[in-house]
Structures are given as structure tokens and as C-alpha cells.
């Protein structure tokens, strides 16, 4: 049984307990985080710990901890589940309140914090749908609420897919659950970052990567049929880290294989892991 952190107290997952009135329950009023854990240390944490705080801000929540604090936490619950490799999954919601749209006068935010088994990442290539982008304007809150995303995805998942991408007035925004690059003619494409869609720390430290490599991207808009002609499309995420589209909507991308560029990417991408792996046991 796993080991779980709530509200200051660390216990066996199956005896933590959330009131039904708190409004992460009522309302999606809340936020999350998740933290890819290599070799029992968090990866790019204050990435991770200023997004949080992005998006406590953003709802106004009071943050309920220092960085150092979350940091601290963080690390003893990787501890307390045998360390090593997972992905740490951590909430925070506004509180238990009688239930009233409007924010509560007093009310203490519910900490929650969890080590999960980490989804495999997929080299070999993954595939997608696309649909339309139906979710709120202020897709760059790591909220709770994530009814739309839950739907989009089931639709890939029932048409026999891994991921949706999604496009909003006929420009891709990012997928239900990861970022997108596009790779057109040799050049290497993500959309610029916007209320419209998740800043992915994945993209933001592929982005620094790519350019340290020599292989520029352009932060641009990516048109429907620029994704339909691309030669290559990725998604990135904490999980799938940088995970080649080799068919969409059925038809494959490019000649169906993971591409050239994508390759020097994933390369990359290890060659990042491993210098943060090496670094975290000095
Ligand atoms: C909607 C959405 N976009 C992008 C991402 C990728 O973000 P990150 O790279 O920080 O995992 C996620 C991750 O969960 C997501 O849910």
C-alpha cells in the first residue's frame, strides 16, 4: 500500500480521506501538479513549483506552503515509497465549505500529495485524433477541473487512439493531455504559449534543448492542414516525455515511422535525463 501525504499528515493511501464537502469535490475549485521522480529526485521541481504557484495564483489560493517546504514534502513521500522511479501527483483545492459558488470568508486549502507507478514512455510511436478544442479560456490553469480533457481523451481512446489533438478556430492549442510539435520542411513548430493551453514543462525544457542542439523551434501557430501535411508530429509530456505521432486520424504521419528529427530529440531528451541522473547522485 502506497504511502500518501494529506494535510500535514503522511498515511497508507487507502485511509486518506477527503470530506465530500471540500470543493475540489463540489466545484473542480483546485489545482494539480505532476512530477516526473528519476533515480528519487523530482525533475526540474521549480519548473514544476512555479507552475503550481501560476496557477494558485491564478484561482487564489493562498499558496499553503513555501517552495522549500513543497520540496521537502515532495522528497519525503519519494522516500517513504522506496524512491527510485515514479511521478509524484500533488493537489491542492480551495477547502471543505457549505456549498456556495462564491469563495468562502475562512477556509483552509486541502493538501494532497501521491507517488505514482510512471506510464511508460513511447518511442515507438503513438497515434492520435484530432478533434475540436472545446475546453475553457484559461487553459494555462493546471486545474482539477478537467471534465473536457476527460471526454476528449475517450473519444481518441474509443476510436482506437493514444491522444486527441486539439484545434481551436482552426489552430492546434496542444493535445488533452500533452503539447505538440509539429516538424514541416525541417523546420520544428509549437504553438506560442497562451490562455489557450498548458505551458508543459516538457515543452518549455525540449524548447532549451533543442536550441543548445542546434535545432531551433519556432514558438508559431500551427494551422489544421499544416498538421495533416506535417513530416512529423510529437507530443511531450512529464510521462511520455517526447513521444513520435506516426498516424493521425488513421492516415499515417510522414512515412509512418518515427521521424529523423524526432530521433535527435528522444537522443537529446536521454542525454538530459542522464546528465540530471548523474548531477542528482553527486
Ligand atoms: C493539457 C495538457 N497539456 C500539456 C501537458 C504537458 O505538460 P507537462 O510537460 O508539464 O507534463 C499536460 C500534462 O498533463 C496537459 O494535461
Known sequence: MSTVYLNGDFLPLDEARVPVLDRG???????????????????????????????????????????????????????????????????VTR????????FPAQVTPTVFAMCNSRHAARPEGVS????????WGRCDIKAISL???VLLRQE??????????????????????????????????????SPMSLPGVTRDVLLEILDAAGLPCIEG????EDLREADEIWLTGSSLEVAPVIQLEGQAVGNGKPGMVWKRAWKEFQQHKARFREASTQ
Open 25 to 91: 469535490f463540489m466545484f473542480g475549485d483546485g489545482i494539480y501538479e505532476v512530477i516526473p521522480v528519476y533515480d528519487g529526485m523530482p525533475f526540474h521541481a521549480d519548473r514544476h513549483m512555479g507552475r503550481l504557484e501560476n496557477s494558485l495564483a491564478a484561482i487564489r489560493i493562498h499558496n499553503p506552503l513555501a517552495r522549500e517546504q513543497w520540496l521537502e514534502l515532495l522528497t519525503e513521500l519519494v522516500n517513504r515509497n522506496g524512491g527510485g522511479e515514479c511521478s509524484l501527483y500533488l493537489q
Open 95 to 102: 477547502g471543505v465549505a457549505k456549498r456556495e459558488h462564491a
Open 128 to 135: 492520435a485524433v484530432l478533434r475540436e478544442d472545446y475546453r
Open 147 to 149: 471534465l473536457a480533457n
Open 156 to 193: 481518441a481512446v474509443e476510436a482506437g487512439a493514444d491522444e486527441t489533438i486539439l484545434v481551436r478556430d482552426g489552430m492546434v492549442t496542444e493535445a488533452a493531455a500533452s503539447s505538440v510539435f509539429v516538424v514541416r520542411d525541417d523546420f520544428i513548430v509549437t504553438p506560442p504559449k
Open 221 to 224: 501557430q500551427i494551422k489544421v
